[in-house]
């Protein structure tokens, strides 16, 4: 699932209206739960990070294959992705509204 990426990241970057701020956040949102989330508690893992769009997407391609505590239900993982709608609709309406 990596196309849903950069889609995050075009809908981060019309929210915040500055590539520098966008680049960071979708970096860190994409980077950061993989670097330090062993790091955490197991319920953090389980409970947190696992609803990360980089989690949910791994969960709907191999979340068959064995079972993790970053692994969700593939139909769980649907509707996690389900917050990129939302995170599109939200540019489109600050779009429209501060672009008009």
Do not use: C
């Not at 699932?1 to 970096?27: D, E, H, K, Y």
């Not at 409970?47 to 791994?58: F, I, K, Q, R, T």
């Not at 294959?65 to 609709?89: G, K, R, T």
Request: net charge positive; glycine share 4%; charged share 10%.
């Amino acid at each position: 699932m990596v196309p849903l990426f950069p889609v995050i990241g075009i809908a981060v970057t019309v929210v915040l209206r500055s590539t520098a701020a966008s680049l960071s956040a979708v970096l860190a949102l994409i980077f950061v739960p993989s670097m330090f989330g062993s790091l955490l508690p197991s319920w953090w893992q389980r409970n947190v990070l696992s609803l990360l769009p980089g989690p949910a997407s791994d969960s709907i391609a191999i979340g068959h294959l064995n079972e993790s505590d970053m692994h969700l239900q593939p139909v769980v993982a649907v509707v996690v992705i389900a917050w990129l709608a939302a995170l599109l609709v939200l540019a489109r309406v600050l779009l429209y509204r501060r672009d008009a």
